[in-house]
């Protein structure tokens, strides 16, 4: 069976060219003549060690010691999982679970006959089963490497040559890591604004707005970008005023132009505000309260806005500095993101990058697809990414989702196509659970139907959208899913509907 499964990729691999004109088969072959040379017999050394232990980090670790290659991976955090498991994605998401099950016990319980006296937040209680649940993740990749044999150090990682790693312990010491391939994968931090000092109390980042110890009367969040919305709706259901304030013309740029409307009717139905062709000049904090001086962004008159707590989230920068990459010779772009090949290989032999630190979407699981292919290339077998078939979820309610292009980006390519939509009103499951506010809209081209995007605005988006990542990924036509018997009643066959919609007509509306 694995003698078949490999050869399958092979023709898989010859039958599919990338951008760059090197073909995967070819570098498969490439990497297979290499992987000699890569990996010296009779040393010491670690054949992979990888700088950072967040999703690319740690995955990539625990995947190369699958493949039979001794990995060491360092994290300065003293805690696995990096920004996401810790500060990021997986708090959040327990801030949003949480907030979410308040709100609906408080509007909308009693239109299901489950009725009770009052409803209060216990908002100690709720940070309290965020930390759980980050402890006890944090935890189980501790037990994933030492399941998989990986050497796990805590502390501060720089080069100290292309295969020197330099650790500052966090126990006070200082260690030195040889490796013949080293990762770097140490993630990304927040943007920061001129002007603006974060001091997670009343001028918060992503982190302290994970943490604050009361709920606020008056949010403003700078940033109508992903985190921002998402950590708005967490306060705003609490019982926050949340006002957003964003430089462009519309929130969450990259989302399809149809599905981002909708989506900010949906949030300014729950009581978001938004001021959108607005920055931020000026913010005192002298007060009781935080004055934030705004201007149109482009220029006029200024206005004054009171918060109690500032959210800054105008997005993420790679975190490259203090690594030792100028000293080794690594070459960055100017947004301080390593330049890496097809391969994940830097410029320095033996020095390869992943994640939020090399151009692509900063995203989680884009990291974790990173580390995967990287040290597949490195053990000499075949690895690949399509960042066009990544999907990407806001997770508010309802949830966006979305893979492949949008409206507006086929278009620009001039390419003919055809638009199939379905509301979750038409959808029974929506209806019958009363929570039918969304849509799913598919674009195909025209001539062969291939589906070219997918988006999803609905409760559970984000578990939606993989059918279509899968379709995309092995260039189905709309008409493919449409003929795929889905479940019913279920969310899903909003989906199916959709793909009728598009190559023909659908039945329920």
């Given at each position: 069976m694995a003698m078949a499964s490999v050869a399958?990729?092979?023709?898989?691999?010859?039958?599919?060219?990338?951008?760059?004109?090197?073909?995967?088969?070819?570098r498969y072959s490439y990497s297979l003549t290499s992987f000699s040379r890569g990996f010296a017999s009779g040393s010491d050394d670690n054949d992979v060690v990888v700088i950072g232990g967040g999703p690319g980090g740690y995955v990539a670790a625990i995947k190369a010691a699958q493949l039979g290659l001794k990995t060491t991976c360092i994290e300065k955090r003293g805690s696995l999982g990096g920004t996401c498991l810790n500060v990021g994605c997986i708090p959040s998401k327990a801030l949003l679970h949480s907030s979410h099950?308040?709100?609906e016990a408080k509007h909308s319980f009693a239109h299901h006959g489950v009725k009770f006296p009052s409803v209060?937040?216990?908002?100690?209680?709720?940070m309290a089963q965020k930390d759980k649940a980050v402890?006890?993740?944090?935890?189980?990749?501790?037990g994933l490497f030492k399941k998989n044999k990986v050497n796990y150090v805590k502390?501060?990682?720089?080069?100290?040559?292309?295969?020197?790693?330099?650790?500052?312990?966090?126990?006070?010491g200082v260690t030195v890591v040889k490796g013949k391939n080293i990762i770097v994968a140490t993630g990304s931090d927040v943007k920061s604004l001129p002007g603006v000092t974060i001091d997670e109390e009343r001028i918060v980042s992503s982190t302290g707005a994970l943490a604050l110890k009361e709920i606020p009367k008056k949010l403003v969040v700078i940033g109508a970008g992903y985190i921002g919305l998402e950590m708005g709706s967490v306060w705003g259901r609490l019982g926050s005023e949340v006002t957003v304030v964003e430089f462009a013309p519309d929130i969450v740029p990259s989302m399809d132009g149809e599905v981002r409307k909708q989506f900010q009717r949906a949030l300014e139905k729950q009581k978001m505000k938004f001021m959108l062709k607005t920055k931020v000049v000026g913010v005192d904090t002298s007060g009781n309260t935080v004055k934030l001086t705004l201007e149109p962004a482009a220029g006029g008159e200024k206005t004054t806005l009171e918060a109690d707590v500032v959210l800054v989230s105008a997005g993420r920068v790679p975190f490259t500095a203090g690594l030792g990459l100028d000293k080794i010779g690594v070459e960055m772009d100017k947004a301080g993101r390593i330049l890496v090949n097809e391969r994940f290989a830097s410029n320095v032999p033996g020095v390869y990058a992943i994640g939020d630190v090399i151009p692509g979407p900063m995203l989680a699981h884009k990291a974790e697809e990173d580390g995967?292919?990287?040290?597949?290339?490195?053990?000499?077998?075949?690895?690949?990414?399509?960042?066009?078939?990544?999907?990407?979820?806001?997770?508010?309610?309802?949830?966006v989702a979305s893979v492949g292009k949008t409206e507006e980006q086929v278009k620009s390519l001039g390419v003919a196509y055809r638009v199939g939509k379905f509301p979750f009103l038409a959808n029974s499951r929506a209806k019958a659970i009363d929570d039918a506010e969304g849509i799913v809209k598919i674009l195909a081209e025209k001539e062969t139907d291939k589906i070219l995007g997918v988006h999803i605005m609905a409760p559970n988006a984000g578990e939606l959208i993989h059918e279509a990542a899968l379709a995309l990924s092995y260039d189905a036509s709309s008409e493919d899913i449409a003929r795929v018997c889905h479940a019913h009643p279920t969310m899903s066959e909003a989906v199916k509907e959709a793909a009728m919609a598009t190559y023909d007509k659908p039945i329920h509306i």
């Open positions: 399958r990729r092979k023709a898989y691999l010859l039958s599919r060219n990338l951008s760059g004109g090197c073909s995967d088969a070819l099950m308040f709100h209060e937040v216990d908002l100690p209680a709720m402890a006890n993740l944090t935890k189980g990749i501790e502390g501060y990682g720089k080069f100290v040559s292309p295969s020197e790693v330099s650790v500052d312990t966090i126990d006070g995967v292919a990287c040290v597949e290339f490195i053990a000499g077998k075949a690895g690949h990414v399509d960042y066009d078939k990544v999907p990407g979820v806001v997770y508010t309610h309802p949830e």
